[in-house]
């Protein structure tokens, strides 16, 4: 069989599958946080090995810190390295005094070198448009490509989760879905105070339709849901556990908050390596038997298991992942002899 082309994206160039436009399927299985007021931080963050890194304008720099960190970031995105990475600068809410600000002067100033804006506390579709206007306006003022910087919308409380599905269609921007978890708990009144970890009392999983409600509003939308940070950072078995729940339903990535939890982020959200061959292997099958030389069948056999349409679009998903996270297939698919 031809080899097919590598892609860059999170689904294999070349096979048709509904899905986003190119860029609004970076990967993005870890999603690494650095304060935008700490230059030693910025500096190390381009050499870890994480699919994005977000500059920090919000929770992780103090209000008295913020004003020159907007230009810290500036010069870092203008400056640094961060080949193989998705460049993404969260700002402050819509309902602070700085959100404009922290906009205008990051992209003005390093709107080139910059992928997203994450928008943090959504809470309606009407944020995002807001932030969508504001985007066009500075990349007409300075010359920019106009809609090229992408929005994450960031959902922190129970009004956002309500109307997730006006804010995923809220703007051709928009490409991820975040869970916020920590002002989640605060909004709902949950019991708890450990982030990311079930509260006490509940014998399932109290997060399990929060992270749902968002998937599907993604999914419906074409866009990815990614998961938000687990707070005890020196528990990588912890950290795994919950990244494999957020993984197991479908999410794309999880944010981290260490170099530690990197490694754990990007082994989580990739599928293994016997899976990954065996889509590889599903999809050259299923396009052989549908093919002429093949005998234009609609399902067939692989060894023992049954292939068809349906598998061809679950095997997508996997190569996808696979491909995105740069493996390497270890089989091969050889043609029955007729």
């Given at each position: ?236 078995d912890g950290y795994r556990e919950v990244a494999g ?67 061809r679009k679950m095997a997508l998903v996997i190569s ?19």
């Open positions: 069989m031809t080899a097919h082309p590598s892609p860059t994206t999170a689904l294999p160039v070349g096979r048709s599958a509904p899905g986003p436009s190119d860029h609004r399927l970076r990967p993005r299985r870890s999603c690494l946080a650095v304060p935008g007021s700490n230059p030693r931080f910025l500096e190390k963050a381009q050499g870890l090995p994480a699919d994005q890194v977000f500059l920090d304008l919000e929770d992780a720099c103090a209000p008295l810190a913020k004003p020159e960190a907007r230009h810290t970031i500036v010069k870092f995105l203008n400056e640094g390295d961060w080949t193989g990475k998705t460049r993404v600068v969260r700002v402050n809410d819509w309902t602070t005094e700085w959100t404009y600000r922290d906009v205008v002067t990051v992209v003005e100033g390093a709107g080139p070198n910059l992928d997203c804006i994450m928008l943090p506390k959504v809470q309606d579709a009407q944020q995002v448009v807001a932030l969508d206007l504001l985007l066009t306006q500075i990349e007409k003022t300075m010359g920019f490509e106009v809609g090229k910087i992408g929005i994450e919308a960031q959902i922190e409380n129970a009004k956002g989760l309500v109307n997730v599905d006006e804010i995923a269609a809220a703007s051709p921007r928009v490409e991820t879905i975040i869970f916020g978890p920590a002002d989640f708990m605060a909004s709902i009144n949950m019991k708890s105070l450990v982030v990311g970890e079930q509260p006490p009392g509940y014998p399932a999983d109290a997060y399990h339709y929060i992270l749902m409600r968002i998937l599907m509003a993604a999914r419906t939308h074409n866009l990815q849901a990614i998961d938000g940070p687990y707070l005890q950072i020196k528990n990588v729940r957020a993984a197991a339903l479908g999410f794309d990535g999880k944010w981290v908050l260490h170099p530690g939890q990197v490694d754990a982020a990007n082994e989580v959200f990739s599928p293994s390596q016997e899976d990954f061959d065996h889509a590889e292997l599903i999809l050259d099958a299923y396009e052989y038997f549908t093919s002429e030389a093949g005998g234009k069948k609609g399902s067939a056999m692989l060894g023992d298991e049954m292939i068809d349409e349906a598998s996808g992942k696979g491909r995105a996270a740069g493996m390497q297939r270890t089989s091969k698919f050889e043609a029955p002899e007729a």
